[in-house]
């Protein structure tokens, strides 16, 4: 029926066309006496003729439409099917009711096959290549399984390269709700403080060209569990990434009796000693107070107290009583706003140290002083085999005896935060002492340290380099799992793909989440261990008919946690990554019902496979998930259940990336800014 219209049409347009043709060329035939009557009353007629000739046109154009509509209105399901060729549907060909001339039908269908063949020797190929690599990612699992260390690699900005399981263990020991894994920050498991003030020394250590450059920290979780841990470089000379090696820290939280009772009247003896020696001038009432604090803590010590109280001993770094006291002059002065003075001339010594804790310890001696102008120095004197660190300032004053006691023993406070570590443990996990006195016009803060020698072996601190072994060639970008920026690709980006399952399908009238499932993606790959998903109790009765599609009842939901704790862990999931949901506005909206109740508010960007499918399939009619899935080649299982559809949707998501390329969508704003014109983006619920 169209194609005899479209010939009426175009025989209409043709037979005017020639009318006015023939009409035209007749009054030219005529001689010149009989045309210049037929002239004038054409001439009179002018308006008629125009409309005439108006009306010609319009059929010839109509015509001319016809004929051209019957030759291009295959073209759009032409590309549509070019399209599902290319995202994967290679046994699709066009077939004679497409309207597709024959022989562009038969070339579209040769270059099809020649697709397919390429495509499955492609795949044959990168199937032997891939079971190669799979063959090689199992050796290596197998290796980090057994692997006794608990090492995390990191990216400079601390994205989560690897992990071993020991390492997930150690940290879910102190911390057992923490999500761990690829992609994540490792700022979201410990103090940002300590890991900065680490990578600060990583620096260092690099600058200076040492073989083995490296760091120690004690490392506080977000719980307030210290773990000791020490920092490599990932990639040689450049600090592009690091290594986390961690061990867990055995010191006691109560002392031996003996032991800390001991070292306070060791630092008692130790202050006497010095007042004695360095004022002569005193008078003998004070000198005699100072024999007699002397006598009696020496009595009280003889035969008591092993010195060493070595199994409190931390894990120390050595490093050069230069470098250690450069650390702790830049993070003085900016905790006591004003320059902290060095000597001129430090000794080429070495020292074992835990550089953040003897920060955190002077910065924290410094709050307790009264409020005052002072000038501050750095100091650093021999003592056998030991260094005192000394702290120096004036005008002189010191914490009076009861609150020195109380500051001793109290954690110390970081930046807010309490450390579970006190003055006394610092410095018992050090082998030293800690006690304050004044020298004249100056108090001072003295730690005793230990000393420690150049090793013989150790090349790169005597100023030779040495090549480092390396472990991994990880290039820049690769570590860069997150680019910075207003616009990062698409392929760049970590996800966390979800969906809910719920009472109902009013979020605003009341229905609720009862399951809420997710998963996360991270360089083009599922990570199918990284999942979220948990029942949640519910308050509304579940609809019937929505009970019919997910199949959760009542009894399923019976001491499954509340939304308000099943919510902030979800949060603490999808943390720092792009959201992924198909017809996502639905879960969204209900997310959004719950962000005053819960705290928890979901302000990351969000990208809807529904509406990316009408993106890249404008002419397709239907979108939903199992259409969407059947177009891409997208195997459905556990369908209607949270996790089960967020996995399908991480599928789907994964095909559609190159169908968004292939436009010229490459980067998450462009994907947005597309999703949002689609007619679907208009829904709300």
């Known amino acids: 029926m169209r194609a005899n219209v479209r010939l009426l049409g175009v025989a209409a347009g043709i037979a005017a066309i020639a009318v006015l043709l023939f009409a035209a060329l007749a009054v030219l035939a005529l001689p010149a006496e009989q045309r210049a009557p037929v002239v004038d009353v054409l001439r009179g007629r002018g308006v008629a003729l125009v409309l005439v000739a108006l009306l010609a046109l319009a059929a010839a154009a109509f015509a001319g439409m016809q004929w051209l509509r019957g030759e291009v209105e295959f073209i759009p399901a032409l590309t549509h099917l070019l399209d599902r060729l290319h995202g994967g549907r290679a046994e699709l060909r066009v077939d004679d009711a ?33 079971d190669k690599l799979a063959e090689e990612r199992d050796l290596l699992a ?86 000791h841990a020490r920092f490599t470089p990932l990639q040689g000379r450049a600090v592009n990434g690091f290594f986390l090696h961690l061990q867990t820290l055995e010191s006691r939280e109560e002392p031996v009796p003996g032991d800390a009772d001991g070292r306070r009247r060791i630092a008692n003896l130790r202050a006497a000693v010095e007042m004695l020696r360095d004022y002569p001038e ?171 020698e150049l090793p013989d072996d150790d090349a790169a601190r005597a100023g030779v380099a040495v090549p480092a072994p390396q472990m991994f060639d990880f290039s820049t970008q690769s570590l860069r799992l997150s680019q910075a920026g207003a616009d990062p690709p698409l392929r760049n980006l970590i996800y966390t793909v979800f969906d809910t399952e719920t009472t109902g399908l009013q979020p605003s009238a009341g229905d609720q989440i009862i399951s809420l499932g997710g998963i996360r993606v991270v360089g ?31 009894t399923m939901l019976a001491g499954q946690p509340d939304i308000a704790e099943v919510l902030p862990r979800f949060g603490q999931f999808c943390e720092d990554t792009v959201l992924v949901a198909h017809n996502a506005a639905f879960d969204l909206r209900f997310l959004e019902m719950q962000a005053d109740a819960t705290g928890t508010r979901f302000e990351q960007p969000v990208l809807d496979t529904l509406l990316l499918s009408q993106v890249v399939y404008p002419v397709e009619q239907g979108h939903a998930l199992e259409l969407l899935a059947e177009r891409l080649g997208v195997s459905v299982l556990g369908r209607h259940t949270a996790l089960g559809d967020a996995i399908v949707t991480a599928e789907i998501f994964l095909r559609l990336l190159p169908l968004l390329e292939a436009r010229g969508i490459h980067t998450l704003q462009a994907a947005l800014e597309a999703s949002r014109a689609v007619p679907l983006a208009k829904v709300r619920y």
């Not at 024959?102 to 891939?130: C, F, H, M, Q, W």
């Not at 040492?210 to 490392?219: N, Q």
């Open 98 to 130: 497409s309207g597709v001339p024959a022989p562009l039908a038969d070339a579209v269908n040769r270059l099809a096959a020649d697709y397919a063949e390429r495509r499955r020797a492609g795949a044959a190929e990168i199937a032997a290549a891939t």
């Open 142 to 227: 197998a290796v980090l399984s057994d692997l006794p260390a608990a090492a995390i690699a990191c990216s400079r900005d601390g994205r989560i390269l690897l992990y071993t399981p020991r390492a997930v263990a150690m940290i879910r020991a102190v911390e057992p709700e923490v999500f761990i894994g690829l992609g994540r920050t490792i700022f979201a498991l410990f103090r940002r403080s300590a890991i900065v003030h680490a990578l600060e020394r990583l620096d260092a250590a690099v600058a200076r060209d040492e073989a083995r450059a490296g760091a120690t920290a004690l490392l506080a979780t977000r719980g307030g569990a210290l773990l």
């Open 282 to 452: 005193m008078s003998a009432q004070e000198r005699r107070r100072f024999v007699e604090v002397i006598d009696q803590e020496s009595a009280t010590l003889a035969g008591a107290v092993d010195v060493g109280g070595g199994d409190e001993r931390w894990p120390l770094e050595d490093v050069t009583v230069e470098t250690l006291l450069s650390l702790l002059q830049s993070a003085m002065s900016a905790a006591v706003g004003a320059a902290v003075a060095l000597p001129a001339s430090l000794p080429p010594l070495w020292i074992a140290a835990e550089s953040f804790a003897l920060t955190a310890l002077l910065r924290d001696y410094c709050s307790q002083l009264p409020a005052g102008e002072r000038q501050y120095r750095l100091d650093v004197g021999e003592d056998g085999r030991y260094l005192r660190l000394m702290l120096r300032w004036s005008p002189p004053q010191l914490l009076d005896p009861a609150r020195w006691r109380d500051w001793e023993q109290a954690p110390l406070s970081v930046q807010g935060f309490r450390l579970p570590l006190s003055p006394a443990a610092i410095a018992r996990g050090h082998g030293g002492e800690l006690w304050q006195r004044i020298d004249g016009d100056e108090a001072t803060l003295c730690i005793l340290l230990p000393r420690t």
């Open 524 to 554: 083009g790959r599922i990570l199918s261990r990284e999942v979220f998903e948990s029942l949640v109790a519910s308050t509304r009765r579940i609809d019937p008919a929505a009970q019919k599609v997910h199949g959760i009842d009542a």
